[in-house]
């Protein structure tokens, strides 16, 4: 029988690794700051924000489902085979493949002959990036970062065989709407943290937006 996304999704969620368990309290933390926001403050009572809350926490969950095939301290998930498989393997193929020839260079001379330095980066950014989508905390800010990060990949795979550019094209897309739209007011830590600067002293309140308004 083929995959069929059902059985894969219930096998990643029941894989019984410390992994499921970390994607599990990450979900459940998810859920626990949507019902508050949606308990808590009124504004945020509203379908959109519950759609909004969905496609961010869907989008999250597929970069912390990406971080599980590079995992440190080889950062790849066949330790056995470092060097062809893994994270390794794609930053070789990316440097076969860029459209443009500084960003293969810059991959060939400088990222693969430093692998240990750069893979542990790589690695950090994309959790952190799943973690903000999926608790809602500084989403604009991690947003734009994990649209930096796909566009790179959009590039740098762009002439990879069996790729379709679009697949990245398409999340870049979706990076920039979380993080322009500021989806983590949408049920998401940000909007709690909003509400209670909204009722701050005056004095604290300018210094705060300014800060809120970069990273929110």
């Keep these: 029988m083929n995959p069929n996304p059902f059985s894969d999704v219930a096998h990643f969620l029941l894989d019984p690794t410390w992994k499921t368990g970390v994607l599990w309290l990450l979900l459940l933390s998810s859920a626990a700051i949507a019902i508050y926001a949606w308990t808590h403050i009124e504004s945020q009572r509203r379908a959109r924000y519950l759609a909004d809350w969905m496609c961010r926490l869907l989008i999250g969950c597929m970069w912390w489902q990406q971080t599980l095939w590079k995992l440190p301290p080889y950062y790849t998930d066949h ?101 322009v739209h500021q989806f983590g007011r949408s049920l998401g830590v940000d909007a709690i943290i909003v509400e209670r600067c909204a009722h701050a002293p005056d004095r604290r309140r300018g210094i705060s937006s300014l800060v809120l308004g970069a990273l929110t």
């Design 79 to 179: 330790p056995e085979d470092p060097t062809n498989t893994g994270l390794y393997y794609w930053m070789t193929l990316l440097g076969k493949s860029a459209a443009i020839p500084l960003q293969a260079d810059f991959v060939n001379k400088l990222v693969l002959p430093h692998f240990y330095f750069f893979a542990p980066i790589v690695y950090a950014l994309e959790v952190m990036t799943a973690v903000a989508l999926m608790l809602g905390i500084f989403v604009r800010f991690w947003g734009l970062v994990g649209a930096l990060q796909i566009l790179n990949l959009w590039l740098g795979l762009y002439s990879a065989p069996g790729e379709w550019p679009w697949t990245y094209f398409f999340l870049l897309v979706l990076q920039v709407i979380f993080g």
